[in-house]
């Protein structure tokens, strides 16, 4: 039989020590023979986690619309491209497009770029993207050079994060390792590594001082995207819209979570079954891409992003049309979005822009801290 991913990373753990949590994760999602991501379409009802372009096609057609607003900002640049990071099934970028066919001359000068890494999905990209002929990229470095729009939905809560825990004097970093009462088996359990001073500096600078035990992330590999694109909106004209759980300001606690069949299961119970995600620091994301040079609004609740754009009027204008059993699809999928009980204030919306250009759509009334 072949080796199975549970396998593959205690054996890496019994030739090289206990993992960081972000070597974990990375190995877990993206692993190519068993990783999460390499194996399996996860979206939907029938998989183990669903989206908002998933739940309603409001989402994808205002930001298509946020889109094309910003497009006519930055000066109608053709050709213009437009990327998305972690597409999924493609719905998004597929109401996105629609939308943007209203603004004239958008949809003609967008050249779609999406930045994949699973297979799986890619194919499903293809099947209801193929007609807009997009380029498939495998990171975000190989975006051709341009002026630039790009979106992520739930895209940075699937990069892997380092922890670290608070010692009496100074930080150590959180890893996982074989489980002590079974060093023999695969199961897996976290461990606090040595103190040192090495670990306090990576712990993120304005929860240094936390009581003992504190556990506090980074995601080393967010904050090298919000440097990359900030740098890059410096350079060229553009922006970016992320759109995602997670928190503001920067907040200690562990967040990691795994969700299998839209139920949470053990974070190391499973890996490579159970989609590994954490949180969102929209402080430290927005902070690294000021860094880099660009201009950052947000984040705000989803909920108030997309009302501010316009989300009831354009289920107004697509209830008009439906029938009574589509429009309480419509009311539904929406109010899921919206509510804040529901997705609507733990998900946030943050915009990266180039250094100048005016504060974009749906930002105004932004009065949170
Ligand atoms: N945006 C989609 C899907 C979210 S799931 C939606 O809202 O429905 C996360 C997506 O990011 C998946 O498409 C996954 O394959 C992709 N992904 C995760 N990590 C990635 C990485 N390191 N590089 C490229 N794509 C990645």
């Known amino acids: 039989m072949t080796e199975g991913i ?3 990373i205690a054996r890496r753990i019994r030739a090289e020590g206990p993992l960081s949590v972000a070597a974990y994760m990375a190995m877990a999602l993206h692993d190519p023979l068993g990783g999460y991501y390499a194996r399996r379409d996860p979206i939907g009802v029938a998989g183990d986690f669903t989206t908002a372009p998933e739940i309603s096609q409001i989402f994808g057609e205002l930001i298509g619309l946020w889109c094309a607003e910003l497009w006519q900002r930055v000066g109608r640049p053709d050709p213009v491209i437009l990327a998305e990071l972690g597409p999924g099934r493609g719905v998004l970028s597929s109401d996105l497009l629609r939308a943007a066919a209203t603004a004239p001359g958008f949809r003609r000068v967008l050249r779609l770029h999406l930045v994949e890494s699973s297979p799986i999905l890619r194919a499903e990209q293809e099947k209801r993207l193929g007609q807009a002929q997009p380029v498939w990229l495998p990171s975000f470095e190989d975006l051709p050079d341009g002026p630039l729009l790009l979106v992520a939905n739930e895209f940075l809560d699937a990069l892997p994060i380092r922890q670290f825990v608070r010692g009496e004097v100074h930080w150590s970093e959180r890893m996982v390792a074989l489980d002590p009462g079974d ?3 695969d199961r897996l359990a976290f461990v606090t590594g040595p ?5 306090t500096l990576l712990a993120p600078v304005g929860l240094r001082r936390s009581a003992p035990g504190t556990i506090a992330e980074i995601c080393p590999a967010g904050l090298a995207l919000a440097g990359a694109l900030g740098a890059r909106l410096a350079r060229q004209p553009g922006a ?3 759109i995602d759980y997670g928190y503001f300001p920067s907040a200690p606690g562990p967040t990691v979570r795994a969700v299998q069949g839209h139920r949470p299961v053990p974070p190391l119970a ?6 590994l995600s954490a949180h969102v620091d929209f402080a430290a994301f927005a902070e690294a891409a000021r860094v880099g040079g660009a201009e950052t609004h947000g984040p705000m609740s989803q909920g108030r992003f ?3 754009l316009g989300a009831e009027a354009r289920l107004a204008a697509l209830s008009a ?3 009574p059993m589509q429009r309480r699809a419509l009311e539904g999928g929406l109010k899921r979005l919206l509510d804040p009980d529901a997705m609507g204030d733990l998900f946030k919306v943050m915009a990266l822009v180039s250094p ?4 974009p759509a749906g930002f105004e009334a932004n009065v949170e801290p």
Do not use: I, V, Y
Request: glycine share 14%.
């Open 6 to 8: 549970a396998q593959t």
């Open 183 to 185: 060093p023999s088996g």
């Open 195 to 199: 103190e040192s001073p090495a670990a």
């Open 240 to 242: 970016a819209l992320f």
């Open 270 to 275: 499973g890996p490579g079954a159970a989609d």
């Open 306 to 308: 997309l009302a501010a």
């Open 321 to 323: 049309r439906a029938t």
């Open 356 to 359: 100048g250009l005016p504060q």
